[in-house]
C-alpha cells in the first residue's frame, strides 16, 4: 500500500505521548528539544512513534512510589514500545528505526553540553537504541529550531519539515 488508505486515522502525537499503529494510521508531531523515534514493520505495516520530552525520569522522582512508565522519558518509552511491539506478536528486532528531533531551540544563548537538553536527548536516544540491539536507519537530528514529523505507517515513510532559527532573528526578537 503505497498511497494513503480512505479511511486512515491521524493521531497527533503531544509532547510526552506515543502510538503504535497498523497500515491504516498516520502519526504528526512538531518536536524542538524534543526526539521523536520511529518504528516501522515493514512486512506487517505496524508502527510506532514516541514524543520524548527528556532523557531520563529524575532519580529522586524515580524512588518515589511505583511509578507506571511515561512516554516522556527516552528510556521508559522504549520500554512501551517494545512492549506494543510484543502485543502486536511481532519481533522487535524487525522494526526499522528512524530518529528526528533535538533542535536546539535558543541557539543565540551559550549551552554547555550538560544544558543542552536537544544533545541530551539524542544521546539517550541513541543509548536505548544501542541498549535494545536496535540500528537507526535515517537520522534527522540537532541543528536549530523546530520540525514537523509525519509517520505513515501503510508504508514506512517519514517526512519531515525542518524550521531552522537564525541567530539574527532570536537577537532582533529579544
Known sequence: ????????????????????????????????????????????LLGGMSHIMLPERPSHKAQQLDLPSNAMYADEVMELLISEMRQADTDPSQYQVKLFGGGDMFPSQKKTKATNIGLKNIEAVRAQLNKYGFHSHAEHLGGSGHRYIVFDVWNGNVWVRHHRLLEMEIDIAS
Not at 510526552?16 to 504528526?28: A, H, N, Q, V
Request: with cysteine; hydrophobic share 35%.
Open 1 to 44: 500500500m503505497k498511497t494513503k488508505p480512505r479511511h486512515a486515522m491521524e493521531i497527533f502525537l503531544k509532547p510526552g505521548e506515543y502510538y503504535f499503529g497498523d497500515r491504516l494510521t498516520r502519526m504528526r508531531t512538531i518536536l524542538g528539544s524534543c526526539v521523536s523515534m520511529t518504528f516501522w514493520h515493514p512486512q506487517r
